[in-house]
């Protein structure tokens, strides 16, 4: 038998004044900080809506949950507007409530003018150890923010990284 490691896509499309990014897989932290530094270059370089497309998202994890967090919470910041959900499934819908997610994003079932054409978003920003965990601290600070039932769980994710990043530092 062979084991197949879960996967997960990412592309990106524009149609009128949408963006759109699409998770195919299993949304995982190694996929998550090329969805922050892409919403971050959109949110740099323009004040469209961005939507991320879950419509085929079959897992997703606290690292990437929390992206999503800090991606909203940014954009209410900058644009006052929210980050939108595409299409996620009732297990992600129930986790995303039980987060408080729900209450910093839009959830969005439809209908919407979907791209015609998505582009593959480029691998990126996962080279430095130090940079993987201080993107895993910060999104779990947004997740911490949200309150929830994990809060307590999410600070010792916090506390035990900053004390590695710490370490590191002084090596």
Not at 9 to 23: E, Y
Request: proline residues 5%.
């Amino acid at each position: 038998m062979i084991d197949k490691k879960p996967t997960c896509q990412l592309s990106a499309g524009r149609s009128d004044q949408n963006i759109v990014v699409r998770v195919d897989g299993w949304a995982t932290m190694p996929h998550s900080l090329t969805v922050r530094l892409f919403a971050q270059c959109m949110l740099d370089a323009s004040d469209a809506e961005l939507y991320i497309d879950l419509d085929k998202c079959a897992y997703m994890d606290s690292t990437f949950t929390g992206t999503l967090a800090a991606i909203s919470i940014d954009r209410q910041d900058k644009l006052k507007k929210k980050l939108k959900l595409l299409f996620p499934s009732r297990s992600l819908r129930l986790i995303f409530e039980q987060l408080g997610l729900d209450k910093v994003v839009d959830l969005i079932d439809g209908p919407l003018r979907l791209p015609d054409t998505f582009l593959p978003l480029p691998k990126g920003g996962l080279s430095e150890i130090e940079s993987i965990g201080q993107h895993i601290v910060d999104t779990h600070k947004a997740l911490i923010a949200l309150g929830g039932p994990n809060v307590e769980e999410y600070r010792k994710v916090v506390n035990d990284l900053n004390q590695e990043i710490t370490r590191r530092e002084k090596e």
